[in-house]
């Protein structure tokens, strides 16, 4: 019996040092299970930060290119607006033109108007200044025109040139050195400046 009650004790022992045990290694095991968590709960910012970092700095691609898209957009409509108004303003200043284009040329004019208003209302009978009167009047004109850039072509003894002349009659038997020569004008011809307003018409040797 004394031997059973020995066993007994010692079986007695052995479970509660076997529940100790346990006890131990689930304290064990919960404290390495904490300290794993505070590692990961440490590390987690850091790691989000080292992992979610690159992702945050870069721009989600549809967003990028829809803020592109209306940069875009933007410009296009400024630039047509800017294309319109160059338009419209081109149009008016052309209508200007074209409406009050020879205000310059008129107005240079006027004062040679005043003189035939004057010599007509003259009542001289004197033929020679008539003539002079006549005379004064169109050199007036003819500087007037020069200052506005317009100039006589010149014809006499001049070598027959397509570019000034108009070839209205071809006179044979004037020799040798007059043949493709102006001969005669015709019609006067003039220049506004390097473009022949009108040819003149002359008559050529040959």
């Known amino acids: 019996m004394a031997k059973e009650k020995k066993i007994n004790i010692e079986d007695g022992n052995a479970e509660e040092l076997k529940d100790s ?23 987690g ?8 970092s690159e992702p945050d ?6 967003e990028a290119a829809n803020e592109q898209n209306a940069k875009l957009k933007d410009q296009l409509l400024r ?14 200043e052309k209508t200007e033109l074209i409406l009050n284009g020879g205000e310059k040329a008129i107005t240079a004019i006027l004062p040679v108007l005043d003189d035939f208003e004057r010599a007509l209302a003259d009542k001289s009978d004197d033929p020679q200044a008539i003539r002079e009167g006549v005379q004064m009047i169109f050199n007036k004109f003819y ?3 020069e200052g506005l850039g317009v100039k006589k072509i010149e014809t ?8 000034y002349h108009e070839a209205v009659a071809m006179v044979p038997g004037m020799g040798d050195d007059k043949k493709g020569k102006v001969i005669d004008c015709v019609q006067t011809g003039y220049m506004l400046n390097d473009k ?5 018409k002359v008559a050529v040797g040959q």
């Open 196 to 200: 022949v307003l009108r040819h003149a």
């Open 79 to 92: 630039t047509i607006a800017e294309f319109d108004n160059y338009k419209k303003r081109t149009l008016k």
């Open 57 to 62: 700095a870069e721009k989600d691609p549809l």
């Open 21 to 43: 045990l346990h006890t131990e290694e689930t304290g064990a095991q919960q404290g390495a299970d904490e300290a794993a968590g505070e590692a990961c709960t440490a590390e």
């Open 143 to 145: 500087k007037t025109l």
């Open 156 to 163: 006499d003894d001049k070598d027959f040139n397509v570019d």
């Open 45 to 52: 910012p850091t790691g989000s930060e080292g992992g979610h």
